[in-house]
């Protein structure tokens, strides 16, 4: 994975919740820890019950995601996946597969810990923002589970 042109991101990056209440210097802050890269259909990001190392922002592309091999769900650009893991020091809770060939951010745990360390408004803003995602996360499950289609 590479780098990330901020420039050519930023507007793209802007939209995904995890970010949505940053200053702009937060926002760049946390896209200079990460990396840039693409996955082929096909490709698995991480396995259930892997070490948690980090979380990936998706901007392009489709992922889905496996409890064993039933699919439960699917990530869609501007949006994050792993992060609950990253967060709770838990082994991932599900298999994530690509499958639309994905232009990903790679924010690896030990960059972004350090990150929130040096700076407690960022890290106030992060969680808000990943507790927001989460909650909306499990609102769309439970209406799934009261739809049958869980």
């Known amino acids: 994975m590479a780098k990330i042109d901020i420039n050519k991101h930023i507007k793209i990056v802007e939209k995904i919740p995890l970010v949505k209440t940053l200053s702009s210097y ?3 802050q946390v896209l200079r820890c990460g990396n840039l890269g693409s996955e ?4 698995t990001l991480f396995r259930q019950g892997d070490k948690s190392l980090g979380f990936y922002i998706l901007l392009s ?3 889905v995601v496996l409890d064993g091999n039933t699919e ?5 650009p501007v949006d994050i996946v792993g992060e609950m893991g990253m967060i709770s020091n838990q ?18 745990k030990m960059q972004f810990d ?5 700076d407690v408004d ?9 507790l927001d995602s989460l909650i909306g996360k499990l609102l769309t499950a439970n ?5 049958g289609v869980i």
Do not use: C, D
């Open 61 to 63: 592309g489709e992922l």
């Open 122 to 130: 960022l890290a106030a803003r992060v969680y808000r923002n990943m």
């Open 114 to 118: 350090a990150l929130l360390k040096g």
């Open 72 to 76: 439960i769900g699917h990530i869609k």
């Open 26 to 28: 937060q926002l760049q």
């Open 40 to 43: 082929p259909f096909g490709y």
């Open 143 to 147: 209406e799934k589970i009261k739809k």
């Open 91 to 108: 082994p991932r809770s599900a298999t994530i597969k690509v499958t639309k060939e994905a232009t990903l951010i790679n924010v690896p």
